[in-house]
């Protein structure tokens, strides 16, 4: 069973710094292609950033040189690490696997960025 489970949201004031992490199980986690979603109250969901079974990674221009993909596949884990925090960057927080037309979904964690 697919599972993925995201941590590390919370209330940061702007310019603060967060690190989302997404532990997945019940799949070859090396071979996916892992991503961060977020969606914002009354906005389309919209992809963050991206990181290939081969590390190359790829992001969201308004959070370019804020934000970072990485990956352990020793501990099946995607983490986005946020820096710079502006409160135009509040919203759920999701992880997604996809491999080969398969797609999973973790739960989401809230990010708010407010003083």
């Known amino acids: 069973q697919v599972q993925l489970v995201e941590s590390g949201g919370g209330l940061v004031q702007p310019g603060g710094s967060l690190r989302l992490s997404c532990v997945a199980s019940?799949?070859?986690?090396?071979?996916?292609?892992m991503r961060w979603y977020r969606q914002a109250p009354g906005k389309e969901r919209e992809l963050v950033a991206a990181?290939?079974?081969?590390?190359?990674?790829n992001y969201l221009d308004s959070v370019k040189g804020r934000f970072t993909i990485s990956r352990d596949n020793t501990k099946n884990t995607v983490y986005l690490q946020m820096n710079s925090l502006k409160p135009e960057d509040t919203a759920i927080y999701s992880c997604?696997?996809?491999?080969?037309?398969?797609?999973?979904w973790g739960q989401g964690t809230q990010v708010t960025v407010s003083s």
């Open positions: 997604n696997a996809w491999s080969l037309g398969r797609s999973s």
């Open positions: 019940g799949f070859t986690f090396s071979s996916y292609i």
């Open positions: 990181i290939t079974n081969a590390g190359n990674t």
